[in-house]
């Protein structure tokens, strides 16, 4: 319950500033401002829905129940843009595709053209943003819904086509709605991550809440106003949680065999066959290997400038700071975890639930309800020990990594969280009544019993908190100490100065980072199915 009470602090921070009154800065927004992030904030959530929703459902079925050329290699490299963060993706294609990219400039070297001629899609616009965004968030909706898939009873999809139904009928009429939590799960972590990137929509020029909570901040100093917006953005968050939950009414989604046999392939050939390797190869092509291969020819023409003690010095803050954030995360995670197993009141379960609430709220959401506390907190404790003993202990907390790291956990402790809690619920409790009729105490019970057991899961749950915190970026912006820098903060103002290829290094080393998870994702998902059994025949 302390660990709850500590973690709602930034939320419980920025919903009193919605009942302080207004300052001129606020209805100056309220004039001028806010109805566009209300509506960019609202078409980029519909876009990315729709585009996530696209290519991760029609690739989760393909490479679930479809066996055509090239299909083992996609089912792992569908996952590969997972690895690529939004915000260097943008940067990327901006970098190829713009007027001064060497698309166009190629384009008008064979033709002749010149500005105005001709019509090329914007990149820099609320379209390309939708575009980038689902490149990389639609791995979110296909991992989670080939899961769905592949643990789908045989007797349904049986049943079905006894019915009448042929394989497109039965994906339809009765897989595709008995996956649907696991497919809306999906899409709700694509539009968080939508709701709270910074890097894409400010590199883009958009006006939605994340940037106008920067521009309010830094620009016109006012904190109040800030956290007014930050509040309104945490509304937003909240709706869309209601708004799924409230969709599903009383529905409820069971399988009622405990048959797992082999699922059924459908053997494409021909143009069907073609046509799925498209789907599958576009998506991998678009949000990895095209966006990658112009980092690696950037990073290339450009290491000898860019790589240098500075670069290494950068790295290891990165690599620092994102393993401390991940160890602290796993140890909060095992204690709440393993404390609702051993006490499941319903008390306990709240707590753990709100401690856990921090994903799906916006980094810069989390920076700005811990600045404000962190600071009055630093400046109380600096009035304090002056009076008393002439020492002056300056910002303690939210001039420190004190502030990141607890804004890391905040954020990222449900992901820790959720992983730890799976990895407990397939241990047996007749497992922790054996430990104990031996005479271990319930904390000798977990370190030699469950958390061996439990390797392979805390590894994860490790290794997905730290390419998340290496690729976090507005909360790293707000609350990192001076002349602290990151990988991703780096990449961010090379990007913002134009010198995209400078940018390439510190963005490939993030990509990098992540691939490692991506990798144990996707052999986690092709053994997931209850009755697992390697398939004899080639596929």
Same mark, same amino acid.
């Given at each position: 319950?302390?660990?709850?009470?500590?973690? =709602?602090?930034?939320?419980?921070?920025?919903?009193?500033?919605?009942?302080?009154?207004?300052?001129?800065?606020?209805?100056?927004?309220?004039?001028?401002?806010?109805?566009?992030?209300? *509506?960019?904030?609202?078409?980029?959530? +519909?876009?990315?829905? @729709?585009?996530?929703?696209?290519?991760?459902?029609?690739?989760?079925?393909?490479?679930?129940?479809?066996?055509?050329?090239?299909?083992?290699?996609?089912?792992?490299?569908?996952?590969?843009?997972?690895?690529?963060?939004?915000?260097?993706?943008?940067?990327?294609?901006?970098?190829?595709?713009?007027?001064?990219?060497?698309?166009?400039?190629?384009?008008?070297?064979?033709? %002749?053209?010149?500005?105005?001629? /001709?019509?090329?899609?914007?990149?820099?616009?609320?379209?390309?943003?939708?575009?980038?965004?689902?490149?990389?968030? /639609?791995?979110?909706?296909?991992?989670?819904?080939?899961?769905?898939?592949?643990?789908?009873?045989?007797?349904?999809?049986?049943?079905?086509?006894?019915?009448?139904?042929?394989?497109w009928c039965s994906f339809y009429r009765v897989a595709l709605p008995l996956a649907r939590p696991a497919i809306v799960a999906g899409l709700?972590?694509?539009?968080?991550?939508?709701?709270?990137?910074?890097?894409?929509?400010?590199?883009?020029?958009?006006?939605?809440?994340?940037?106008? @909570?920067?521009?309010?901040?830094?620009?016109?100093?006012?904190?109040?106003?800030?956290?007014?917006?930050?509040?309104?953005?945490?509304?937003?968050?909240?709706?869309?949680?209601? @708004?799924?939950?409230?969709?599903?009414?009383?529905?409820? /989604?069971?399988?009622?065999?405990?048959?797992?046999?082999?699922?059924?392939?459908?053997?494409?050939?021909?143009?069907?066959?073609?046509?799925? +390797?498209?789907?599958?190869?576009?998506?991998?092509?678009?949000?990895?290997?095209?966006?990658?291969?112009?980092?690696?020819?950037?990073?290339?023409?450009?290491?000898?400038?860019?790589?240098?003690?500075?670069?290494?010095?950068?790295?290891?803050?990165?690599?620092?700071?994102?393993?401390?954030?991940?160890?602290?995360?796993?140890?909060?995670?095992?204690?709440?975890?393993?404390?609702?197993?051993?006490?499941?009141?319903?008390?306990?379960?709240?707590?753990?639930?709100?401690? %856990?609430?921090?994903?799906?709220?916006?980094?810069?959401?989390?920076?700005?309800?811990?600045? &404000?506390?962190?600071?009055?907190?630093?400046?109380?404790?600096?009035?304090? *020990?002056?009076?008393?003993?002439? @020492?002056?202990?300056?910002?303690?907390?939210?001039?420190?990594?004190?502030?990141?790291?607890?804004?890391?956990?905040?954020?990222?402790?449900?992901?820790?969280?959720?992983?730890?809690?799976?990895?407990? %619920?397939?241990?047996? /409790?007749?497992?922790?009544?054996?430990?104990?009729?031996?005479?271990?105490?319930?904390?000798?019970?977990?370190?030699?019993?469950?958390?061996?057991?439990?390797?392979?899961?805390?590894?994860?749950?490790?290794? &997905?908190?730290?390419?998340?915190?290496?690729?976090?970026?507005?909360?790293?912006?707000?609350?990192?100490?001076?002349?602290?820098?990151?990988?991703?903060?780096?990449?961010?103002?090379?990007?913002?100065?134009?010198?995209?290829?400078?940018?390439?290094?510190?963005?490939?080393?993030?990509?990098?980072? %992540?691939?490692?998870?991506?990798?144990?994702?996707?052999? =986690?998902?092709?053994?997931?199915?209850?009755?697992?059994?390697?398939?004899?025949?080639?596929?």
């Open positions: 319950m302390l660990i709850a009470i500590l973690f =709602s602090v930034p939320t419980l921070t920025i919903f009193t500033f919605v009942f302080q009154p207004a300052t001129d800065t606020w209805q100056h927004l309220y004039d001028t401002v806010l109805t566009e992030y209300l *509506t960019n904030s609202a078409l980029l959530v +519909m876009g990315v829905s @729709i585009g996530s929703l696209t290519l991760g459902v029609s690739t989760a079925w393909l490479t679930s129940l479809c066996t055509f050329p090239g299909k083992k290699i996609f089912i792992w490299a569908l996952l590969l843009p997972l690895a690529m963060p939004a915000y260097i993706i943008a940067y990327t294609y901006t970098g190829m595709f713009d007027f001064a990219g060497p698309v166009q400039t190629l384009l008008r070297e064979l033709t %002749g053209w010149g500005y105005g001629d /001709y019509w090329f899609p914007e990149i820099r616009s609320l379209g390309g943003a939708i575009t980038m965004l689902s490149l990389v968030l /639609y791995p979110y909706v296909y991992l989670l819904a080939r899961a769905a898939f592949l643990e789908q009873s045989v007797c349904v999809l049986e049943v079905s086509r006894s019915l009448g139904c042929g394989p709700s972590l694509a539009l968080m991550e939508t709701l709270a990137d910074y890097g894409t929509v400010s590199y883009f020029g958009l006006g939605v809440f994340t940037t106008g @909570i920067f521009r309010t901040w830094f620009g016109l100093g006012d904190e109040t106003a800030a956290a007014k917006l930050a509040a309104l953005l945490l509304l937003f968050v909240f709706t869309l949680v209601i @708004i799924e939950r409230g969709s599903r009414k009383q529905a409820r /989604y069971h399988h009622t065999s405990n048959k797992y046999s082999q699922l059924p392939e459908y053997q494409l050939t021909g143009l069907r066959a073609f046509t799925a +390797m498209l789907i599958c190869f576009l998506p991998v092509f678009l949000g990895f290997l095209l966006p990658g291969g112009q980092l690696a020819y950037w990073a290339g023409i450009t290491f000898d400038e860019m790589v240098d003690a500075s670069f290494i010095r950068l790295t290891m803050n990165s690599v620092l700071l994102a393993a401390s954030a991940a160890i602290l995360s796993l140890a909060l995670a095992l204690i709440l975890a393993y404390g609702k197993r051993l006490m499941p009141q319903k008390s306990v379960l709240a707590a753990v639930r709100i401690s %856990g609430m921090g994903y799906a709220i916006p980094g810069t959401v989390i920076a700005v309800g811990i600045i &404000i506390p962190f600071a009055w907190l630093d400046n109380t404790i600096d009035a304090f *020990t002056r009076e008393h003993f002439n @020492i002056s202990t300056g910002l303690l907390l939210s001039g420190t990594l004190v502030a990141v790291l607890f804004a890391y956990m905040v954020r990222f402790l449900a992901v820790s969280l959720q992983t730890v809690e799976s990895g407990l %619920g397939k241990i047996k /409790y007749s497992m922790d009544d054996a430990a104990r009729s031996l005479g271990y105490t319930p904390t000798e019970t977990l370190r030699k019993i469950h958390m061996p057991l439990m390797k392979g899961t805390l590894l994860t749950s490790l290794l &997905i908190v730290f390419v998340d915190v290496m690729k976090e970026l507005p909360a790293t912006l707000i609350l990192r100490p001076f002349n602290f820098n990151t990988l991703a903060v780096r990449a961010f103002e090379l990007a913002s100065d134009e010198r995209l290829a400078d940018s390439a290094s510190a963005a490939i080393m993030i990509v990098l980072a %992540g691939l490692i998870p991506v990798i144990l994702l996707s052999k =986690s998902i092709s053994t997931s199915r209850a009755g697992h059994v390697k398939a004899t025949r080639s596929q």
